[in-house]
């Protein structure tokens, strides 16, 4: 008797949600210039990155948040909600 496979998934559609969740502006500590701060939700990233502030490891998938100083992209940096709201 060959089991039936059922493919249930049945989960509700949530619209498409983009990777920022949020955009705010900001300010970069390290550079000092105004920046752009994206929310990067849960699930989200793919990446581990390090925090400039504690030096820890942000795992893949955590909720963190990336400052992108103004006109100097390539200096963003990726930060722990916490670390960055301790030194903003
Ligand atoms: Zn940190």
């Known amino acids: 008797m060959a089991r039936k496979h059922i493919n249930a998934r049945q989960r509700p559609k ?5 990777k920022a ?3 705010l502006v900001g ?5 000092k210039l105004p920046a ?3 929310f990067i939700k849960k699930g989200t990233s793919a990446k581990s990155y390090l925090c400039p ?10 909720f963190h948040l990336v400052v992108v100083p103004k ?3 390539d200096l963003r940096r990726h930060w722990h909600i916490p670390c960055y709201k ?3």
């Open 36 to 38: 752009k701060i994206i």
């Open 21 to 23: 969740s949020q955009l």
């Open 53 to 62: 502030y504690c030096n820890q490891t942000i795992s893949p998938g955590e």
């Open 14 to 18: 949530i619209a498409t949600s983009p």
């Open 86 to 88: 301790r030194i903003s």
């Open 71 to 73: 006109g100097q992209k």
């Open 27 to 31: 300010f970069d500590p390290i550079t």
